[in-house]
């Protein structure tokens, strides 16, 4: 398989099994006769894609999302947990220990690619420029200050006052969604939502539209009824503001990423 050079993307970090993970990484790399980039995370831009065959993020999840948020659609990606004691590394495709198989793997076209689905968001119409691998969250920009908005779905509408919303892909059910309660499967070409900790009182009470599935081309609208709420993809820290009365609408986008599996 022709890959050209690899992208190598990390996470500073002082722990010892995380620099022994990237260099081992690198050496499997050398090993098989490939030029090789090593970037730090904070100093990821798009250009450093550019002559990348493929991207090898090293780390845990976040290092793998943050990854994926900037590789150009179709180029593949190899996740390798750098610390499997420390990371769950649901999205990772490898350790550093089974790396080099499943490099080899790739290298000979035997590896698998999972196809991994994303959401796009857009508020009052304009599409953000962040789209979500695992989720969108939206709510307020504090966490311990009340998320006011109203759902609608189809001809169904509710007002809530929760911890926020998130909208969820197959794969992003297991990561902060079910956290919050989400622990069903999505049917391929859907995707899910959830809401953080349900406000009951005399006002607020008897919730129905708490969570569920949400079916090819259809879309999840939010009305934001605050004035300092935020939409952000993938907690990976950009926050997109919301005021009162901006509408939300999230649905599938036509990108993937190209998830390398053994």
């Known amino acids: 398989m022709e890959t050209g050079r690899a992208l190598v993307l990390y996470t500073a970090s002082s722990s010892k099994k995380d620099k022994e993970a990237l260099t081992s ?3 499997a790399l050398r090993s098989q006769k490939m030029a090789a980039r090593a970037v730090e995370r904070r100093k990821l831009s798009a ?3 550019r002559g990348a065959g493929v991207c090898v993020a090293v780390g845990g999840d976040g290092t793998f999302l943050y990854a994926a948020h900037f590789i150009p659609q179709g180029k593949p990606v190899i996740g390798v947990n750098s610390d499997p004691k420390r990371k769950e590394g649901y999205l990772l495709a490898a350790t550093a220990k089974t790396f080099p198989t499943v ?10 690619i999972r196809e991994l689905p994303t959401l796009e968001c857009a508020v009052n119409g304009k599409r953000l420029p962040a789209f979500a691998v695992n989720e969108f969250y939206a709510g307020a920009l504090k966490s311990y200050r009340t998320s006011r908005y109203e759902i609608v779905l189809g001809n169904r509408k509710e007002v ?9 892909t197959p794969q992003g059910v297991n990561a902060w969604a079910r956290s919050a309660g989400m622990s ?6 859907s995707f899910a939502y959830v809401v953080r900790e349900p406000y009951e009182n005399k006002v607020f009470s008897d919730y129905r539209l708490k969570k569920g599935i949400i ?7 939010i009305i934001s009824k605050m004035k300092d709420g935020v939409v952000v ?3 990976l820290g950009e926050e997109f503001p ?3 009365n901006d509408v939300v609408r999230v649905g599938l986008s036509g990108r993937t990423v190209r998830s390398v599996v053994p």
């Open 103 to 112: 490099l080899k793997k790739f290298l000979e076209g035997k590896a698998g």
């Open 242 to 244: 919301l005021k009162f």
């Open 160 to 168: 809530h006052r929760s911890s926020g919303i998130i909208a969820a």
């Open 47 to 49: 250009s450093h894609f």
């Open 184 to 189: 069903i499967h999505i049917p391929a070409g």
């Open 233 to 235: 993809a993938d907690s």
């Open 25 to 27: 990484v690198l050496a």
């Open 215 to 221: 079916r090819k081309g259809q879309r999840l609208a």
